[in-house]
């Protein structure tokens, strides 16, 4: 090869170089320090906004560096690439938070209202890479008292978007908030938010065509939340598969927030270990419908209310009038091929599953479910009858909690104001004895009962016979 033709290739390398970099702006290049000290927000934000406008790319942050910001705004087209080994910090000062990032949709919550990252009516943008954000929000830094506790992420009206691979970290609040938002992709992320209390992991309210796979929740609140905080705003056309959940409170919580419709859900492949409150926790309580749910091939150790779901009435959204809403329905739910391992519980480790008189929970298959209790129920508890309902006097102002009820009369499955219940091959075993009931029926119409096994022996369903 001469030298002409060397010193032409290695102009033709040079050119695809500069062009396969033209769509980078690094951080760096717009004037961040990247110490790890110096507020860095004007020079991020810079960077975002020149990648926008010349139609999107990779706004990098960069390897080995630690990059504080206070509130950034995302926009379209623009993918902020935090790469593996970068940082990129929350500003320890509420003052750095901005108060133009729309809101926290839930009640008596307006501390939560300010956020980190937001983008609004924005699409096609996305966060990558193996770095980390961490939030920085410890209680030393952030608390109601002090001004505030701002979540991580908010996105508002936004459409095709992507987190992936990254790490997230120390929220104040919430982990993210999507809200009214199309086309989302969540895959290979880590959640871990147990430093100050409410961290939710992820929050689609009114959200459609939203795929979470492959990632991990360590969280201080809900893991997962569906939620609908507006009646003309539906959650979706949902798929989350793959995924490892603990929680102080639960794995995934579908409803409270519940003004508008919740349909075609399915949740699949997914562990749930160590979790305090509930693993799937399904309530709507605001007026909208719900239906249309699939849950299966599902392993849970140490979650004392496998499944919760309750149907009732409560105020949950900022947003929503004073007054009550009809109920409106909740049905078509089916539970698959699950493993559940509580013997290192208490005895209140049991299924639950309530409507409310006259406003039943209708069509519910459990179906393959091998489930273990320490047991330890007595006598007492398996004759209570006066177990609460959940009206507003028991809830006074607040969620529908098992805190609320309190010891079940049953050791396996409780269920109550069903309209049309469906177990197959339900598998219960109770590590010491327990008095109570496998499962016990109260106001259920329209069952079937087939296969149910108490420490391997199989049940009479006339054994069963409704409360």
Request: aromatic share 8%; charged share 20%; proline share 3%.
């Amino acid at each position: 090869m001469n030298n002409n033709m060397k010193q032409f290739l290695l102009l033709l390398l040079l050119g695809f170089t500069l062009i396969s970099n033209a769509s980078d702006y690094n951080v760096l290049n717009y004037g961040a320090k990247a110490d790890g000290i110096t507020k860095d927000t004007k020079a991020v934000q810079a960077a975002i906004d020149a990648c926008t406008k010349n139609g999107g790319g990779n706004v990098i942050i960069p390897a080995g560096k630690t990059v504080v910001i206070g509130t950034i705004y995302l926009k379209n087209f623009v993918t902020l690439y935090i790469e593996n080994g970068a940082v990129l910090l929350g500003s320890p000062d509420i003052e750095d938070y901005t108060t133009d990032t729309h809101k926290n949709t839930y009640k008596n919550e307006p501390h939560m209202d300010r956020c980190l990252i937001y983008a609004r009516d924005a699409q096609s943008f996305a966060i990558k890479g193996l770095g980390t954000i961490d939030a920085n929000g410890h209680p030393k830094n952030f608390t109601k008292a002090k001004g505030g506790r701002p979540m991580m992420m908010r996105f508002l009206n936004c459409s095709n978007i992507q987190l992936k691979e990254v790490t997230l970290l120390n929220p104040a609040a919430w982990t993210s908030a999507w809200l009214y938002c199309d086309q989302i992709v969540v895959d290979g992320i880590k959640i871990i938010s147990r430093v100050n209390n409410n961290g939710d992991g992820l929050d689609f309210d009114g959200c459609t065509n939203v795929r979470v796979a492959n990632s991990s929740f360590d969280t201080s609140d809900d893991s997962i939340c569906l939620q609908t905080s507006r009646p003309d705003k539906p959650c979706k056309d949902i798929v989350i598969t793959n995924c490892v959940f603990t929680s102080k409170w639960a794995a995934m919580r579908i409803g409270l927030a519940s003004r508008g419709n919740f349909e075609s859900i399915t949740v699949s492949n997914c562990t749930f270990h160590d979790i305090q409150d509930s693993g799937l926790k399904i309530q709507m309580n605001e007026g909208g419908e719900m239906k249309n749910m699939i849950f299966s091939n599902i392993v849970m150790k140490n979650v004392p209310r496998p499944f919760f779901l309750t149907f009732c009435q409560q105020r949950a959204g900022v947003d929503a009038p004073e007054t009550m809403f009809s109920m409106k329905a909740m049905h078509s739910f089916s539970f698959n091929h699950m493993i559940i391992d509580n013997r290192e519980l208490d005895k209140n480790s049991v299924i639950f599953l309530t409507g409310m008189p006259d406003n039943y929970i209708t069509d519910i298959q459990l179906n393959n479910i091998q489930m273990t209790v320490a047991g330890g129920g007595t006598q007492v508890d398996s004759d209570k009858k006066d177990i609460k309902e959940f009206t507003l006097e028991t809830l006074d102002g607040w969620w529908p909690e098992f805190s609320k009820v309190g010891t079940l009369p049953a050791s396996g499955v409780y269920a109550r104001h069903i309209d049309g219940l469906y177990i197959n091959n339900f598998q219960l075993t109770t590590i010491s004895d327990d008095k109570r009931k496998p499962i016990v029926l109260d106001d259920v119409l329209n069952f079937d009962l087939k296969s149910i096994f108490l420490n391997r022996k199989k049940i009479i369903s006339k054994e069963l016979k409704p409360h």
